[in-house]
């Protein structure tokens, strides 16, 4: 089973993501992402829903024209677990 993160694991983690935000409901983390047109906001959603795909582990997303918003959280943990920390690590690489 999966565990969710306890205040001080959480606390850590999030220290490693500073470009990602705390989400109360659901208990997750949430980013946003800029790019140029759709298109290159697109082409990025398709490169996270590759890596997500693989994870087993889906993003809560949504687009508009340039702009990408994803929040993570782990449903069965009942909040922010160490697959939205690894998730977000991976998605963050692709935008680097």
């Not at 582990?57 to 690894?86: C, F, K």
């Amino acid at each position: 089973m999966i565990e969710k993160l306890n205040d001080e694991e959480r606390a850590v983690a999030l220290a490693g993501l500073p470009e990602w935000g705390g989400v109360a409901e659901p208990d997750g983390i949430s980013r946003s992402f800029s790019f140029g047109n759709f298109v290159e906001a697109f082409g990025f959603m398709t490169k996270v829903a590759l890596l997500a795909e693989k994870a087993d582990h889906h993003p809560e997303w949504s687009n508009v024209y340039g702009r990408v918003e994803i929040m993570l959280t782990t449903h069965d943990a009942g909040g922010l677990s160490q697959r939205d920390i690894d998730l977000a690590t991976a998605i963050n690489a692709l935008a680097a």
